[in-house]
């Protein structure tokens, strides 16, 4: 046998799940064996940190990927956690939302397995990434530069999630974990709202004749979650998964994973929030308490059917029910009612979402050169917020508390969404002689929604009776109950539509999108490749609705039709250097709940949508050098820019009561910079250990026009001859909002390898994020600025003879402020809270 053919046959002997066979024949002239035919029959573990570089370094395209293995020795439990770990990713504080090269929720998307997910809020446009576990997923790739098979609606990245493949042995693995927040010891009682279960599952509906009668169930108060008997909010978490590969027939193998896991989460903040003006106070709390409960129940199949060498299918179902429960309560100053302090507002809200995606798709080839992909998929999301309540209260001087009389300022609310969702595409790939390729095929996405909310607002008669007081502020069903009802002691309305009728607001949507597209894979050289494509994108959006104010209009239909052409150009230095140029255009369309004129109330923040928004236009332009010093390794650095075309922003709108819209806020913006990557090993041990190490850094910076006038002309309506919205911007640009200076990660691990299988993982991960702007300043009031923060957490993991895992975790150990700070004249606070450093422990058992 020839050395070469044996280093060959070694390389795939070397892979995971691979099996090698091997037919050889005897040459009687040399007395030597040959082989005639080497079959490959298996696949590597597409997770593994050297495969993952390994398709990195031969691609293409751009691609940066994060794979399972490298999340788990990170203690990564969740998708949100591990994007950040990609290079210039931020997870928004305060919110669930990620931002890629300073660009903001609305310019990224996400995908599972090339398909939309739906979002779990109407206010986000991606879903929630801490939703989804790491146990089920492969890999996430960062997919930063378009090519002509990616959905065209994005600027930053389409984060897609690989679902899981398993093969191998059967295996069943029960894992359980627990958590503690410290900062949860910093109240005696652990506030809930009353209604929610433990496990989420309770969800309360408006009470029938909820005007005419008080038929509430639940109570007003906040509850003692856990009661005198137990004074520890403890994090726990079970999850039960399986996997196993069946042979079936001579050919074919059905690969199966299945997933069931239930978690939840408490977390107690305190700190400050407010609303201000360039000197107005409009809320000022000082003293503001957050106590917060989710639930996260996930189950999950799939099945990967491998019919035979050339053909395969695949069932993906994923369910998810998800619970966000707050408990809060702000103290402060409240303008009109409490502006020398005194002011006492609480606040419950509870959100349920059920997630429900599927997925079937198949890879078939055909010959030497032809292949078909496709998949299809149906996205079901309901959302629902049941029962919040708000209450208003003032401090009298004796210390008792009045509740405020103003409509609006004592209510219950509930609300409910419901999208459902078709997708799909279909590639058809030819592969030419010299290794180029050319690839076609069309997408669409169908997605209907529709949304109604009702709020009951319950006010005091002071007229009848005397003013409603209580010593406790936490009692409100002293006030408002069915004997004061009865009594005509309060009225309970409507905030839309007549007194007596709790008529809905609702808004209702459907956006159609049909794609096509094509691009060339053409080798020019053993060094230089190209991929040259276009993409095209019918897009229709209608809105429809039915609002509690005047709009002019009540639907709005927009068509829109993109030409998205992009090239990707690879040219391989040597075996382990590339040069990588990669131009494109892409766009952003506004999302239905940012069109839709609904007006959402919060303690400190009220939106309201504008129906006059445009789609941005995104010009990108990417400049990467990648060196692969090793398997498993890399170095990279990328030079990138975007120009935008009527970019988007959430701003202040002037109004007597402030409230934020979303606005194309000028013609253009541009946002550029420069990020560096380095995977490395930095000492390696004879038994296979490894001192490790994986850093990634991002500088931006960036500029955005600033146009009024074009606020006023994009929003002017003819009918009623006035503009909308309008806007007085300080500044004729400014940055762009949400684009950080500078975004860094570094990671240090250390593995050591035992005997008999035993190894052990030892990780710290520190990172940083420097400040941006949250909201841009209109009427000199200021931009309000989110502050850098700095994160550090360490991982210890430990497995004892590949069947036992054990772990312990310090997370967010230097626990710094998270804080917004509004320029205006007083620098006023905005934010201010701590997240809390949380210890864990996780223990597993693989059969």
């Known amino acids: 046998m020839k050395a070469k053919t044996i280093s060959i046959s070694a390389l795939f002997l070397c892979m995971s799940t691979t099996v090698l066979l091997a037919q050889n024949t005897q040459d009687t002239l040399k007395g030597e064996k040959k082989i005639d035919e080497v079959k490959i029959i298996g696949n590597t573990k597409k997770s593994t940190e050297a495969n993952i570089i390994t398709v990195q370094k031969k691609s293409v395209e751009v691609i ?151 038929n509430y169930k639940t109570s007003w108060n906040f509850k003692d979650a856990f009661g005198p008997s137990m004074t520890m909010p403890i994090n726990t978490g079970l999850n039960l998964q399986a996997g196993k590969s069946f042979k079936i027939g001579d050919q074919g193998r059905l690969n199966t994973f299945a997933y069931v896991g239930f978690n939840n989460d408490f977390t107690y903040r305190e700190g400050s929030e407010g609303q201000f003006g360039q000197e107005t106070v409009f809320k000022d709390f000082d003293k503001v308490q957050k106590y917060g409960y989710t639930t996260n129940s996930t189950g999950l199949l799939n099945l990967f059917y491998r019919i035979n060498a050339n053909h395969q299918l695949k069932l993906i179902t994923n369910y998810i029910h998800s619970t966000n429960q707050e408990a809060k309560i702000y103290e402060g100053e409240l303008r009109d009612y409490a502006e020398n302090g005194g002011a006492y507002v609480r606040r419950a809200d509870y959100k349920v979402t059920n997630t429900l995606v599927n997925q079937l798709g198949g890879d078939h080839k055909f010959g030497e050169r032809f292949s078909i992909n496709w998949i299809a ?49 279909i590639t058809f790939n030819y592969n030419l002689k010299d290794q180029s390729k050319i690839a076609f095929g069309y997408q669409g996405r169908f997605k209907k929604r529709t949304f109604f909310s009702k709020q009951m607002d319950f006010k005091w008669d002071n007229e009848i009776a005397t003013p409603a007081i209580v010593a406790d502020p936490n009692n409100l069903d002293a006030i408002f109950n069915a004997y004061n009802y009865s009594k005509g002691f309060f009225n309970i309305t409507s905030n839309f539509g007549d007194a007596g009728t709790l008529k809905p607001v609702i808004y209702n949507g459907n956006q159609d999108i049909n794609s096509g597209f094509a691009n060339v894979d053409y080798k020019f050289s053993e060094k230089f490749m190209a991929q040259l494509g276009v993409r095209y994108d019918r897009i229709r959006q209608y809105i429809e609705w039915d609002v509690q104010f005047y709009t002019p209009i009540n639907n709005i239909e927009k068509v829109y039709n993109k030409f998205l052409p992009a090239f990707n150009l690879k040219y391989s230095i040597n ?145 009623s001859g006035n503009s909308l919205l309008a806007v007085n911007f300080d500044v004729k640009e400014d940055k762009l909002q949400g684009a950080t200076d500078f975004v860094g990660n570094g990671n240090l691990g250390f593995n050591h390898k035992f005997s008999r299988g035993s190894e052990m993982d030892l990780v710290a991960s520190y990172s940083y994020i420097g400040s941006y702007i949250y909201s841009i300043s209109t009427n000199k009031i200021g931009n309000i600025v989110q502050k850098p923060v700095n994160m550090l957490d360490f991982t210890a993991k430990f497995r004892f003879q590949n069947n036992i895992d054990f772990g312990v975790s310090v997370k967010n150990i230097l626990n710094p402020s998270i804080r917004r700070v509004q320029e205006n004249f007083n620098n006023s606070e905005t934010y201010n809270f701590k997240r809390g450093q949380v210890i864990g422990v996780n223990v597993g058992y693989k059969f």
């Open 64 to 214: 940066e990927r994060v794979g399972a293995a490298q999340l788990s020795k990170q203690g990564v439990g969740d998708v949100a956690t591990a994007v950040t770990k990609a290079t210039g990713t931020v997870k928004q504080e305060g919110g669930n939302t990620i931002s890629v090269r300073g660009l903001l929720d609305r310019y990224n998307a996400t995908t599972l397995n090339g398909l939309v997910i739906p979002s779990d809020d109407p206010e986000n446009k991606n879903i929630d990434l801490s939703l989804l576990k790491t146990d089920i997923i492969d890999y996430i790739s960062l997919e930063k530069v378009f090519n002509p098979r990616l959905m065209g609606d994005f600027g930053g990245a389409n984060i897609n999630i690989v679902s899981k493949e398993y093969s191998g042995k059967g295996y069943i693995y029960l894992g359980m974990d627990s958590g503690y927040n410290l900062q949860n010891s910093k109240t005696d009682k652990f506030l809930l709202q009353d209604g929610p279960n433990y496990f989420g599952t309770k969800v309360m509906k408006v009470p029938a004749n909820a005007l005419s009668a008080y």
């Open 377 to 425: 998929g149906y996205n079901y999301l309901n959302s629902q917020r049941p029962d919040r309540i708000t209450n208003t209260l003032v401090r009298n001087d004796e210390g008792t508390y009045t509740v405020t009389r103003e409509s609006g300022l004592n209510n219950r609310y509930y609300d409910n969404l419901d999208d459902k969702e078709y997708t799909g595409n």
């Open 575 to 719: 075996d382990r250097q590339n040069l990588r140029l990669a131009a494109s255009r892409t766009y952003t369309l506004p999302q239905m709940k940012e069109m839709a004129p609904y007006i959402y109330v919060d303690v400190t923040e009220t939106t309201q949508g504008n129906y006059y928004l445009k789609p941005s236009d995104n010009n990108n332009l990417d400049l990467k050098w990648e060196y692969f010093p090793k398997a498993g390794e890399v170095i990279s650095l990328t030079g990138f820019g975007k120009y935008i075309q009527n970019p988007i922003a959430k701003t202040f709108i002037n109004s007597s009561d402030p409230f934020f819209s979303y606005l194309n806020t000028g013609d253009w913006a541009y946002v550029y910079g420069f990020e560096a990557e380095l995977r490395k090993d930095i000492i390696s041990f004879g038994n296979g250990s490894k001192l490790y190490t994986f850093v990634n850094a991002t500088y931006m910076d960036s500029k955005a026009e600033l146009n009024g006038d074009k606020v006023a002309k994009d929003t002017y309506n003819q009918d």
